[in-house]
């Protein structure tokens, strides 16, 4: 059973930063493709970025390109969304997912957290 555990959310000041956390448990992290989505409240869940198993890979939604940035740590079984330049059409209920394979990281993951709200005050 694969778990994954995001951390790290709250509230910042347009203009600032947040990072947030993924842990993943039950299955070594290198396994798998992992990505980040956002829900906004009366919106639809959409993808804000994925990075591959060995990290070279990434791919980033042209609303974040620039600003926000995915790293993982392997040893630590840890994922990574560091957010810069923040809005408050950033405001959302981040989610971390994983997948087995990249392709499949930004439509159809295998693996979803249960999410952390991130708010950004203008």
């Known amino acids: 059973q694969v778990q994954l555990v995001e951390s790290g959310g709250g509230l910042v000041q347009a203009g600032g930063s947040l990072g947030v956390s993924c842990a993943v448990r039950?299955?070594?992290?290198?396994?798998?493709?992992m990505g980040w989505f956002r829900q906004a409240p009366g919106k639809e869940r959409e993808f804000v970025g994925g990075i591959s198993q060995s990290g070279v890979r990434q791919k980033y939604a042209d609303s974040v390109k620039g600003r926000f940035t995915i790293s993982r740590d392997n040893a630590k079984n840890t994922v990574y969304l560091q957010m810069n330049s923040l809005e408050p059409e950033d405001t959302a209920v981040y989610y971390c997912?994983?997948?087995?394979?990249?392709?499949?990281?930004?439509?159809?993951?295998?693996?979803w957290g249960q999410g952390t709200q991130v708010t950004v005050s203008s």
């Open positions: 039950g299955r070594t992290l290198s396994t798998y493709s």
């Open positions: 997912a994983a997948a087995e394979y990249y392709g499949r990281i930004s439509g159809a993951p295998d693996y």
